[in-house]
């Protein structure tokens, strides 16, 4: 059986497992700690970062994005990604913009305001980044263009990208409520299975 290396609390890996489950593939969970990564890790990306997927025949794949797109292609059923070249490439770009822009505005904002009072945040950055939030949220808003999914007719990789960034942007003051079709695409995913059980911790293995 194939093993995917991931932390729990990583964007990149919570799409993943999200779209391991919408496709029914079974996996073998590497649930991995951060403060102590497995020592195969470089060996198995030179880049040290999860996810990572290793395959039943030992090859690994590394890359969130990688490793959507060798399943879906292999993975029996219907796939997630769009046939079409025009809307496989909408559902590249949309995921540009989630993991180019609007990922790390809100890791900064995370880095530079949990944990500490309003009055020692840098607030020149924090309005910065809130605005490359507002930003990106306004393009999301602009594509989905009333329809309830970001390409096409069916759930896709896109729209699991913008699964977690949208549960969290009220931690920062930020909100949905200008966004009514975002809103309506946050609720939606929130209430999947998929994103559900992605958002759970793994039970621990029997002792």
């Not at 932390?7 to 919570?14: A, E, I, Q, S, V």
Request: aromatic share 8%; proline share 10%; with cysteine.
């Amino acid at each position: 059986m194939a093993t995917l290396f991931h932390y729990h609390d990583c964007p990149y890996c919570f799409r993943t497992r999200a779209f391991l489950i919408e496709r029914e593939v079974p996996y073998a969970s590497n649930l991995c700690d951060r403060n102590a990564p497995p020592p195969e890790l470089v060996a198995l990306n030179p880049l040290g970062k999860l996810p990572i997927w290793v395959t039943d025949k030992g090859r690994p794949i590394f890359g969130s994005r990688t490793i959507v797109r060798f399943i879906d292609s292999l993975a029996p059923g219907q796939a997630m990604l769009p046939s079409d070249p025009m809307q496989l490439a909408r559902v590249a770009m949309a995921e540009d913009l989630v993991d180019e822009a609007l990922l790390p505005a809100l890791v900064r904002l995370d880095r530079d305001t949990t944990g500490k009072p309003v009055e020692a945040w840098d607030m020149r950055a924090y309005r910065s980044d809130c605005a490359i939030v507002n930003k990106m949220l306004s393009i999301f808003e602009q594509l989905l263009g009333g329809r309830p999914w970001l390409v096409g007719e069916a759930l896709s990789p896109a729209d699991l990208a913008l699964a977690q960034p949208l549960t969290i942007v009220e931690r920062f003051g930020l909100d949905l409520v200008p966004f009514a079709g975002l809103a309506d695409l946050a609720d939606r995913l929130s209430k999947r299975t998929s994103v559900l059980s992605a958002r759970k911790l793994p039970a621990p293995p029997p002792a």
